[in-house]
């Protein structure tokens, strides 16, 4: 009788389980791409997530090797899409910090580096 309880239990729980590990907007991809290195500063980093943001409530900052903002405030989200503009701001680690609100309402954050040079 124990065991046919716990077969009945068993699919519920890993649906609970299932969901609770896909409930948060994860960084899917990015451009430029994390780690990645690239010949001159990019004019616009954009980031994608695995779920629609909140556009009120997402955000991302760039800052160059001197530690100096280069994003221009502007974040743009487009779905599960957010972007931003910067400013050319050198050679060097840039540093993109982002947080982010899910349609779910679990909020997310994080960053990663790139490089600009040659």
């Known amino acids: 009788m124990r065991h046919s309880t716990l077969i009945l239990l068993a699919p519920p729980l890993l649906l609970l389980v299932a969901g609770d590990a896909s409930a948060h907007a994860e960084l899917d991809r990015a451009e430029p791409r994390v780690g990645n290195k690239v010949a001159s500063p990019p004019r616009v980093v954009t980031l994608w997530f695995t779920q629609k943001l909140e556009p009120a409530f997402s955000s991302i900052t760039v800052t ?53 040079g040659q």
Do not use: C
């Open 64 to 116: 160059n090797a001197a530690g100096e903002r280069v994003d221009t405030g502007k974040t743009r989200v487009n779905g599960s899409q957010m972007s931003v503009p910067i400013r050319a701001g050198g050679s060097g680690t840039y540093r993109v910090n982002w947080h982010v609100l899910s349609v779910d309402t679990h909020t997310t954050e994080g960053n990663f580096t790139f490089q600009v």
